[in-house]
């Protein structure tokens, strides 16, 4: 039980990492290296590329973390079964009832609703120049 919970802290954490912490950490860190307050072409083609490859790495490291809660959750399954994603199903599927969600679908979908929630407040509450119109 224990080594469930701290798999599904894990899922969470490198969720709102990917989500959150993952932009604005390329954003912060190559604003540090730029000589100047001007936007460049290639500073944001560096922020694109960083941002594209963590997620990806970060997604790798999730998978790998969902395919050991599995295991670890249920061992009498073994290593053959396997469970087709919803977004990867025909339409045709969705009769059978559809198959069980995964920890780190439910952990995905809440940590990206999180995301949206936070960059929203931040926007219309925090936001200089942008946001709410000022009366």
Request: aromatic residues 8%; positive net charge; charged residues 15%.
């Amino acid at each position: 039980m224990p080594a469930r919970i701290a798999i599904i802290a894990l899922m969470a954490l490198g969720s709102v990492a990917m989500w959150l912490v993952n932009p604005i950490a390329w954003i912060w860190g190559v604003s540090q290296l730029a000589d100047s307050t001007q936007v460049r072409t290639v500073h944001v083609v560096v922020i694109m590329g960083g941002i594209l490859v963590t997620m990806v790495l970060l997604g790798r490291a999730l998978g790998a973390l969902s395919r050991l809660y599995a295991r670890v959750s249920r061992p009498e399954d073994g290593p053959g079964a396997r469970a087709i994603a919803p977004w990867r199903r025909s339409l045709r599927d969705a009769r059978d009832g559809g198959a069980p969600r995964s920890v780190l679908d439910v952990v995905m979908v809440c940590s990206v609703c999180a995301a949206l929630l936070v960059m929203g407040v931040w926007f219309f509450f925090f936001a200089h120049g942008g946001g709410l119109p000022r009366p």
